[in-house]
């Protein structure tokens, strides 16, 4: 019998949905990722006699392991992760050290970003991303005064996160570097920080940026290359030059996918760095769109949830959207600048297209937490509905600040 009543109050309780436009754009952008990575990657295969499909075959590996990531980060509470959030930042730590430790990590083309796992490598800086934005998320629900008010309540943050770059561009890994710090000066302006104080913390990161960049010959290169790539199109300038040529040669509607001539051996890392300037040759300015606007969508949503999120009590839910909104939006930019020749080369794929393991898998644990986080949103906002129409035999759930499983300050 109280089996029964307890079936009963969690039928008529608040329920929660993930929010659907976001779900079509991110499977939108995976399955563009999947017919990508297949036409660009075949001569690539081909040329080192791997078997035409061999990229293929591991990009569909990672994506479904991606997608049962995915499918727990969605069943998994927030406060789950909100309460752990220091481990996770020391997990972080550990696994950024680890890179340095000689037989577990590995140097390729003269960077040490990837771990050693014997059956298959791994870069650790795809998940600390995600642990950067829980790990902000958690701190901005603590400090929630200190950050409107006090310019040291930005510090500890700002210095997580500086300790992060530093990190990284031992490695070196500048282009995630500066990624990290955009993205969590960002949510703490979204957090309610005053502009002037972020300002003021950030210019000791940006001046270390800047001096890492001056003082490395290959970086200074590269942020000068890209300004007249056609002065030296053979050597420094010589991806951007190929990924000009291939966007120009798609004009409106593309050459006709798997037409491409640039990914011919031309166009370096066609199917990881570069393959938007693939996109664009093949399936020409409406592919750009196409592919633009699932981005803007699933970035659009993830914003539009985090304020409700915010405005619901549901803070830790809203700054974790923010973050990996964020985090999705300003990949997207780099990525697409880079090809463009509107950036300099950073060496960061487009999510969620691009063939890459760590990249695809833990991009889409990303996402599963960010529907998570729509689910918990709309359960919150479906309580309050609840409290509204019927308040004196509202569920103990209906308090929108206790709504996702946590009380918010």
């Given at each position: 019998m109280?089996?029964?009543?307890?079936?009963?109050?969690?039928?008529?309780g608040?329920?929660g949905?993930?929010?659907?436009?976001?779900?079509?754009?991110l499977?939108?952008?995976?399955?563009?990722g999947?017919?990508?990575?297949?036409?660009?990657?075949?001569?690539?295969?081909?040329s080192q006699?791997?078997?035409?499909?061999?990229?293929?075959?591991?990009?569909?590996?990672?994506?479904?392991?991606?997608?049962v990531?995915?499918?727990?980060?969605?069943?998994?509470?927030?406060?789950?992760?909100?309460?752990?959030?220091?481990?996770?930042?020391?997990?972080?730590?550990?696994?950024?050290l680890?890179?340095f430790v000689?037989?577990?990590?590995?140097?390729?083309?003269?960077?040490?970003?990837?771990?050693n796992?014997?059956?298959?490598?791994?870069?650790?800086v795809?998940?600390?991303?995600?642990?950067?934005?829980?790990?902000?998320a958690?701190y901005?629900?603590?400090?929630?005064e200190?950050?409107?008010?006090?310019?040291?309540?930005?510090?500890?943050?700002i210095m997580?996160?500086?300790?992060f770059v530093?990190?990284?561009?031992?490695?070196?890994?500048?282009?995630?570097a500066?990624?990290?710090?955009?993205?969590?000066?960002?949510?703490?302006?979204?957090?309610?920080?005053?502009?002037?104080?972020?300002?003021l913390?950030?210019?000791?990161?940006?001046?270390?940026?800047?001096?890492?960049?001056k003082f490395?010959?290959y970086?200074?290169?590269?942020?000068?290359?890209?300004?007249?790539?056609?002065?030296?199109?053979?050597?420094?300038?010589?991806?951007l030059?190929?990924?000009l040529?291939?966007i120009g040669?798609?004009e409106w509607?593309?050459?006709?996918?798997?037409s491409?001539v640039?990914?011919?051996?031309?166009l370096?890392?066609?199917?990881?760095?570069?393959?938007?300037?693939?996109?664009s040759?093949?399936?020409?300015?409406?592919?750009?769109?196409?592919?633009?606007?699932?981005?803007?969508?699933?970035v659009?949503?993830?914003?539009?949830?985090?304020?409700?999120?915010?405005?619901m009590?549901?803070r830790?839910a809203?700054?974790?959207?923010?973050?990996?909104?964020?985090?999705?939006?300003?990949?997207?930019?780099v990525?697409i600048?880079?090809?463009?020749?509107?950036l300099?080369?950073k060496?960061?794929?487009?999510?969620?297209?691009?063939?890459g393991?760590?990249?695809?898998?833990?991009?889409?644990a990303?996402?599963?937490?960010?529907?998570?986080?729509t689910?918990?949103?709309n359960?919150?906002?479906?309580?309050?509905?609840?409290?509204?129409?019927?308040?004196?035999?509202?569920v103990?759930d209906?308090?929108?600040?206790?709504?996702?499983?946590?009380?918010?300050?």
């Amino acid at each position: 019998m109280l089996l029964d009543t307890t079936q009963a109050k969690r039928r008529q309780g608040p329920r929660g949905s993930f929010d659907m436009p976001l779900v079509v754009a991110l499977v939108g952008l995976a399955s563009i990722g999947v017919v990508m990575v297949t036409s660009s990657s075949i001569a690539v295969a081909d040329s080192q006699h791997i078997g035409a499909f061999y990229f293929l075959k591991k990009h569909l590996l990672f994506l479904s392991l991606g997608m049962v990531l995915a499918g727990i980060a969605m069943r998994t509470e927030l406060k789950l992760l909100e309460k752990h959030a220091y481990l996770l930042l020391g997990g972080a730590v550990l696994l950024l050290l680890m890179v340095f430790v000689p037989g577990i990590g590995m140097r390729i083309n003269g960077a040490r970003r990837w771990l050693n796992f014997l059956i298959t490598s791994f870069q650790p800086v795809e998940a600390v991303k995600l642990i950067m934005v829980v790990y902000t998320a958690s701190y901005l629900i603590r400090h929630r005064e200190s950050v409107e008010t006090s310019f040291w309540g930005l510090f500890k943050p700002i210095m997580v996160a500086g300790m992060f770059v530093v990190l990284l561009l031992l490695q070196p890994d500048f282009g995630s570097a500066t990624l990290m710090i955009a993205v969590t000066i960002g949510m703490i302006w979204l957090g309610g920080a005053k502009p002037v104080y972020l300002g003021l913390m950030g210019l000791p990161v940006v001046a270390l940026l800047w001096f890492v960049a001056k003082f490395e010959p290959y970086r200074m290169r590269r942020l000068t290359s890209f300004i007249d790539p056609w002065a030296d199109p053979f050597n420094d300038g010589f991806q951007l030059t190929q990924s000009l040529m291939a966007i120009g040669r798609g004009e409106w509607t593309g050459v006709g996918l798997g037409s491409s001539v640039l990914k011919l051996s031309y166009l370096p890392e066609a199917h990881t760095d570069f393959i938007f300037a693939v996109i664009s040759e093949e399936l020409g300015l409406a592919g750009i769109l196409l592919v633009m606007g699932l981005f803007a969508l699933a970035v659009g949503r993830g914003l539009y949830m985090g304020l409700k999120g915010v405005e619901m009590g549901q803070r830790f839910a809203g700054y974790v959207a923010f973050g990996i909104s964020l985090m999705l939006a300003m990949q997207t930019m780099v990525s697409i600048g880079v090809n463009l020749g509107a950036l300099p080369t950073k060496g960061l794929t487009l999510p969620l297209i691009s063939y890459g393991g760590s990249s695809i898998v833990l991009t889409c644990a990303m996402a599963g937490v960010l529907l998570r986080t729509t689910y918990e949103i709309n359960r919150a906002m479906d309580a309050r509905q609840m409290a509204a129409r019927n308040p004196v035999n509202a569920v103990p759930d209906a308090n929108p600040a206790v709504a996702g499983g946590m009380v918010t300050p």
